[in-house]
């Protein structure tokens, strides 16, 4: 997300949460990294092994 656009992320990110995306951890002040991206290839179809995104 750029900056035009990142006002948004709040209400993004709260409703990503209620599907799965990693909630931000208190003692860190962020988001797991490789959960994100774990969460990110799922939504996206990516292989884990490869990198590729799934055919249907």
Known sequence: MGPARSKGW???AVVLE???FPR?????GGRYW???KAFLDRR????RR????LES
Request: aromatic residues 4%; charged residues 20%.
């Open 44 to 47: 996206h179809h990516v292989d």
């Open 34 to 36: 490789p959960a994100v």
């Open 50 to 53: 490869t990198g590729r995104t």
């Open 10 to 12: 709040t209400g993004l």
């Open 24 to 28: 931000v951890d208190p003692q860190f």
């Open 18 to 20: 209620r599907g799965g």
